[in-house]
DNA sequence: TAGGTTTGTTTCAAACTTGAACCAAGCCCT
DNA sequence: AGGGCTTGGTTCAAGTTTGAAACAAACCTA
């Protein structure tokens, strides 16, 4: 089978999107180690943990969430949680399992950090787009992530309580 | 001055793209891993020089069309320089330069891999978006990427001889 | 032209990521 | 109950990235 290459067009929309994906991940990271003395990926931990029912989630869920390989996760999670950011429990029912719960404290660092978070992503990104650009950006995003994951993502159904989150502060 | 807050409809967008473009950059990078033995950066900075006049950059300019940092560079094209993909070259008119050159074989290795890669990019992108979808995807990292670069992205205006290219490669 | 600043690149240590290997604990199945 | 397979997590070494510091050459400018 011979090679079907990119189109320019196929060529020009992918390097746009490499360079345009760099750029962005790097401001972020930048703006968070300054201001929140972490990584991206660190503050979204923190971030869905603050979403999820009761603040706390099993590891392989939360590293599901983000994406992320469990074996990243354990990292990040054990820096999180010498800083006081978060606390590893055991899980009741599943003797392996070994959950990750947000702190106060961390909760608190989120707070302060969300808003210079939102300032820039949408500085950077929401900005620079019309809405309908924003709805097009979903889409495509959807339909990429959609097709990376053949996994069975489960059901998940789990609308259980949790209390306040902070304010949208977004991944 | 209180923080605009996403909306729903930014909050699904950003998500959506922070969970697309981690997972594709992951699967690219596997993917080169195990055909080229590099992950996508070092390829990419094979592609940057094949298509360069003499097949050969600066450092400097070989890092700003890859948007990453200089320090990044170096350590990337010193592995690709041991394993004799890349070599490094004095600069004649500029003595703190230094040139980095496509070798041979590196131009053979990114022949060789260029078609799985595509392939990938080709199953994994292009082929979940529509034609309008590309487009879009271009515009959209467009603005994002002028945004980032409020540097003065200076003329650039060398169109200079050189020979074949690995037959658009891609990024 | 000496001295100070800027530019091009590398170096270094610390932080992060990767993937394979490992260790439990749960889950069959007979 | 006793294997054997799967699942949840961590560990470990090797590789990569980061950002600041170090250098050296080039470029002012008085």
Redesign the pocket.
Known sequence: MTTRWLTPEEQRAWRAYIAASLLLE?AI??QL?QDAG??H??YSILSVLSESPERRL???DLAERLK?????L??????LEKDGMVR?EA?RY??????AALTDEGFAVLERAAPGHVETVRSFLFDRLSEEQVGQLEEISTAIAQGLQEEGARPDSDDVPWRRRASSACS
Chains 1, 2 share one sequence.
């Open positions: 790097d990271d930048r180690q972490m990584p990926l660190y099993r590891m392989t992320i390989t469990r074996s990243r354990t990292y990040a999670v054990t820096r590893r899980c599943d003797k392996r399992g070994s959950i």
